[in-house]
């Protein structure tokens, strides 16, 4: 069975904070893939990041980075000086590589005040 | 261009009516997905239809019933709801493959009164 976990369930920082949100994941799959989604409120998910299980790289995008780590099992995203416009519902999610269907985490809404 | 459209964007409908969501998508992707979103939850997949054929139900009752009319459409067709169906209801599209990221359309949200 697969599962993902996403402990923070609301997140709130002021501008131009730091903020890290956390994604455990479980898998029997050596093979698999993870994403981030964001959902603004007007309810859209945006895809932000695809990472495959055999490829443990960090990403950076903009303000915006990703720590993959598999000895732990997390995909953790950073967003470095944090923006009003950052404030979202954030989806973790994971994809074996033998199943069809994506498994999300619970989401952690992130709340950015000036 | 990663864009998938939706309509309507709002709905209501009664328990007795019969309504259908459109999605469509120009990305030349030949999966298509139905998801139902609760407030506050994950979405939930409903179907997936793989080259215009459906190749995952999961256990959705029979008042929801999918149709891929080709490459580009997905309806979704709504007949005799309950209240607890109110929800956003968003199509997704991607290559088909495990590894490939879905696109997400806007949503609708039904509500049934």
């Known amino acids: 069975a697969q599962k993902v976990t996403q402990a923070q369930t609301e997140i709130s920082v002021v501008e131009k904070e730091d903020v890290t949100l956390d994604c455990v994941y479980e898998?029997?799959?050596?093979?698999?893939?993870l994403f981030w989604y964001k959902q603004p409120p007007s309810g859209e998910l945006v895809f932000l990041i695809r990472?495959?299980?055999?490829?443990?790289q960090n990403e950076i995008s903009g303000r915006y980075s990703w720590n993959f780590q598999k000895s732990t099992s997390s995909f953790n995203f950073t967003i470095t000086a944090s923006q009003v416009v950052d404030s979202a519902v954030y989806f973790c999610?994971?994809?074996?590589?033998?199943?069809?269907?994506?498994?999300f985490g619970t989401g952690t809404r992130l709340q950015v005040t000036l | 261009d990663t864009e998938v459209t939706q309509t309507p964007k709002h709905l209501v409908m009664g328990m007795t009516n019969k309504k259908s969501l459109k999605c469509e998508q120009h990305m030349g992707h030949r999966a298509m997905y139905w998801y139902k979103q609760k407030a506050k939850k994950p979405p939930e997949l409903m179907f997936v239809?793989?080259?215009?054929?459906?190749?995952i139900n999961e256990s959705v009752p029979s008042r929801f019933s999918p149709e891929c009319p080709n490459s580009s459409l997905l309806n979704l067709h709504l007949h005799a709801l309950q209240p607890e169906d109110s929800a956003l209801y968003l199509c997704?599209?991607?290559?088909?493959?495990?590894?490939?990221?879905?696109?997400f359309g806007p949503g609708t949200r039904l509500t049934v009164t």
């Open positions: 990472r495959n299980s055999f490829d443990e």
């Open positions: 999610a994971l994809r074996p590589g033998t199943a069809s269907k994506l498994t």
């Open positions: 898998t029997r799959d050596t093979t698999y893939y």
């Open positions: 239809y793989s080259y215009e054929k459906l190749s």
């Open positions: 997704a599209s991607s290559q088909v493959g495990h590894s490939y990221e879905q696109y």
